[in-house]
């Protein structure tokens, strides 16, 4: 090949690695083979998943219409993709007569069609044909050189358009399952608690969820309040737009607006470039304010104006910017008391408190204590890869009677740490942190001797195994590989009430038997 035809190649070369889809890539590729006069015609086709030949690019004018797409995939080009061998025809006629009409017509001019296949992985994928003017003095093993390097060069990019296909393919069902994990992790049947404060709430969730109105979220900290707005977003409309959180506590003052808008490039020093806000991100779907009580004054009145007009601008911008968004905020501060002290913008707790649902704190549900426990074990006990079948009676009474002033959250970090720090397959009491077995949380003393804490862990051990033999202490005297004789001692020493633990179903000398 000599410099001019390595200059086309590299120009073609360089169309084919640009911006363009694949098809309009491959015209532009021919486009320029019929700009330097290198071909009459040209096309390019290529196999179709379901195997048959697509025409992908054509150039020249004696190529258009269907007829001339059929020949092209159904005569040379298909017995090339078949075999995967080149093909050079030196004198070759487009049009046979067929008809008294077509032979009446004159015979187009001789060419000479060279034909090259475009392998992939050694397998042919389609083909490119090209038709040059017809001369008898034509190096044809120069002309298959030339075309076999421009087939090498649209398999490169073939083969980079179907690496791409396949990371978007791939990318999309990523993006499907996860959406779809997120719909099931957050549906509202997969909350845990059955007591009637959260019964309350769910009826609230159920009502409002379907619509748009503003939600504000009440309740102490650690309560689940952020679950409950993953909630209300994922039993909406809006489910398959975005869920967009902004914790307002942990943003210094003189970023929010930044987060909040955006801001456009040359705004301030150091906005090198365009930044989307919240409300862009959110576009469509659900912006969730977290601990919406800390917001500074300058920024309440920025969120007021958009929650009035439902448009804003960016910082440094002046393009007015349309705002498609629910607002979902939550709180653990008293806004009544923050209006009081002038803190809080009256006119904006308005805006926001238009559906309020309060979460109760976790001392106001106790029926849901267990609940969330087994809950949490059996989560942890799968993510620590740990085979923990349940608490001893002795480790429940533990948490039932705790105040549980971090919520939801403390129980949830607390069951964690049990399963960290189990060995076996049971929580017993001593595998819960401290502040569990204070007498402040759940009436032991602060500090025991060694003999009282043999003898808890004994009571603890022997109250474990009346539970699984459900009564039965000879049972349970084999599961301490003990007897029944120093079993009934000990729960005569200990005050046991073993008869709680009887299978009530069971008739005279079952297995509550004394």
């Known amino acids: 090949m000599d410099a001019g035809q390595l200059a086309l190649l590299l120009e073609i070369s360089q169309a084919l690695s640009g911006p363009l889809q694949l098809k309009p890539a491959l015209e532009r590729a021919l486009q320029k083979l ?40 159904d005569g040379i080009a298909a017995r090339v993709v078949h075999s995967g061998r080149p093909s050079v025809v030196p004198a070759f006629t487009l049009q046979s007569p067929v008809s008294k009409r077509d032979a009446a017509r004159p015979e187009t001019p001789l060419t000479t069609r060279v034909c090259m296949p475009i392998l992939l992985d050694g397998k042919p994928a389609g083909a490119v044909s090209v038709e040059l003017e017809y001369r008898e003095s034509r190096d044809y093993a120069a002309a298959q050189r030339f075309f076999g390097a421009l087939a090498g060069i649209m398999a490169d990019a073939l083969k980079a358009q179907r690496a ?19 719909l099931q992790r957050y549906d509202l049947s997969n909350l845990v608690g059955t007591s009637g404060p959260m019964r309350q709430a769910y009826e609230q969730i ?18 689940g309040k952020e679950l409950i707005a993953h909630a209300l977003h994922y039993g909406s409309l809006r489910a398959k737009k975005p869920f967009v959180k902004l914790s307002v506590a942990s943003i210094p003052d003189s970023l929010v607006e930044s987060e909040l808008f955006g801001y456009e490039k040359g705004a301030f020093t150091g906005a090198l470039t365009r930044k989307r806000g919240r409300f862009d991100l959110a576009e469509g ?36 910017i349309r705002a498609n968004v629910r607002i979902v905020a939550a709180t653990n501060k008293n806004l009544e008391a923050a209006i009081a002290a002038g803190e809080f913008r009256e006119d904006l707790y308005y805006r926001l408190n238009v559906f309020s649902i309060f979460v109760p704190p ?19 006990s799968r ?17 039932m009677s705790h105040h549980w002033p971090g919520n939801v959250r403390e129980l949830e970090n607390t069951i964690e740490r049990a399963v960290l720090t189990c060995e076996g397959g ?36 022997i109250l474990d195994a009346l539970k699984s033999a459900r009564g039965n202490r000879a049972r349970a005297a084999r599961l301490l590989c003990s007897t029944e004789r120093v079993v009934n001692y000990k729960v005569r020493k200990y005050r046991i009430d073993w008869q709680r633990f009887r299978d009530r179903t069971a008739g005279p000398g079952g297995p509550g038997r004394a």
């Open 34 to 73: 019929e700009s330097e006069r290198m071909v009459v015609r040209a096309a390019v086709v290529l196999r179709g998943e379901d195997g048959d030949l697509q025409v992908a690019a054509v150039v020249g004018s004696s190529f258009e219409g269907k007829r001339a797409r059929n020949e092209l995939s």
């Open 164 to 182: 791409i296909e396949e990371e978007r393919q791939h990318l999309f069902e990523e993006n499907r399952r996860l959406r779809q994990q997120l």
């Open 206 to 223: 159920a009502q409002v969820a379907q619509t748009d109105t503003t939600v504000l979220i009440r309740g102490e900290s650690g309560t």
């Open 285 to 320: 779907g659900t912006l969730f304010f977290d601990e919406i009580g800390e917001l500074n004054a300058t920024a309440q009145v920025k969120l007021l104006r958009v929650l009035q007009e439902r448009e804003f601008q960016r910082l440094g911008g002046t393009e007015t």
């Open 362 to 380: 976790l001392r106001d549900r106790k029926p849901d204590i267990l609940l969330l426990a087994e809950h949490f074990l059996a989560k942890y």
């Open 383 to 399: 993510q620590h890869r740990k085979a923990i079948r349940r608490m001893a009676a002795p480790a429940t009474d533990m948490l």
């Open 426 to 461: 049971v929580i017993h009491g001593h595998h819960l942190p401290p502040t569990l077995q204070t007498a402040e949380s759940s009436g032991t003393l602060l500090q025991t001797s060694l003999g009282e804490a043999v003898e808890q862990y004994e009571k603890d051990l």
